[in-house]
């Protein structure tokens, strides 16, 4: 699903995660100005409420799957 935001009714893979993550990243850091770091927290939480969205479940359970792409400053590398 590159290049577009994943129907909710699909099951998103990790690339639809990463796409959705990396657009939100991008609309706040350069949209709001603000610092990357920031932008990516901003876009981790977001990724996390949309997971719960889809999925239900606690904010840790959103994490524990999202885990593998936690912001860089949240603790973990990307690669």
Do not use: C
Not at 33 to 48: Q, S
């Amino acid at each position: 699903m590159s290049g577009q935001v994943p129907n909710a009714l699909a099951v998103w893979d990790r690339q639809d995660w990463q796409a959705f993550f990396d657009e939100r990243a991008g609309i706040i850091e350069f949209d709001g100005g603000i610092h990357r770091a920031l932008a990516e927290l901003g876009a981790w939480k977001m990724t996390l409420e949309e997971y719960q969205r889809q999925h239900g479940g606690s904010a840790a359970e959103a994490a524990k799957a999202l885990a593998w792409l936690r912001p860089v400053d949240a603790g973990r590398s990307k690669a």
